[in-house]
């Protein structure tokens, strides 16, 4: 009995221990959302293709332009002090973490719209 009893606290044990061992595993989990290492969004001036498109998209679907209208002025790489782009509105909480993204300047030749975007383009807002 003495020896059945130690036997099952060791499956408990080993049990236990081994739930413990896969859980730490999934925290060193890489996570699988792409990213754009540092250097390259530092160096790269040019805004990849799709967050000038969303940028474009924002801009007609809030103004009555074709974006046959629009020019890409300027894109410059920047990091955001927050995940509101440093654009909190009053009231809004925002992540507290650095944000890369893009500082984009759009014109139709008589007004320029300057938005701020994450690296992706799917966090975006206008600065003017």
Same mark, same amino acid.
């Given at each position: ?41 530092? $160096? ?6 799709? &967050?000038?498109?969303?940028?474009? $998209?924002? /801009? ?7 974006? @046959? ?12 002090? @927050? ?7 009053? @009231? ?6 650095? &944000? ?5 300047? /759009?014109? @139709? ?20």
């Amino acid at each position: 009995m003495r020896k059945f009893c130690l036997y099952c606290c060791l499956i408990i044990l080993i049990s236990v221990w081994g739930c413990q061992s896969s859980n730490n595993a999934n925290v060193t989990q890489p996570t699988s959302e792409p990213t754009i290492p540092q250097e390259t969004m530092n $160096n790269n001036t040019e805004a990849p293709q799709a &967050v000038i498109d969303a940028v474009f $998209n924002d /801009i007609t679907k809030n103004n009555t332009i074709s974006s @046959d209208n629009l020019q890409l002025a300027q894109t410059e790489a920047k990091t955001w002090s @927050d995940g509101c782009l440093g654009l909190a509105q009053p @009231d809004e909480f925002c992540t507290q973490a650095l &944000v890369e993204g893009w500082r984009i300047t /759009i014109t @139709d030749g008589q007004t320029t719209w300057v938005y701020r975007t994450d690296q992706t383009g799917r966090n975006l807002r206008i600065e003017s």
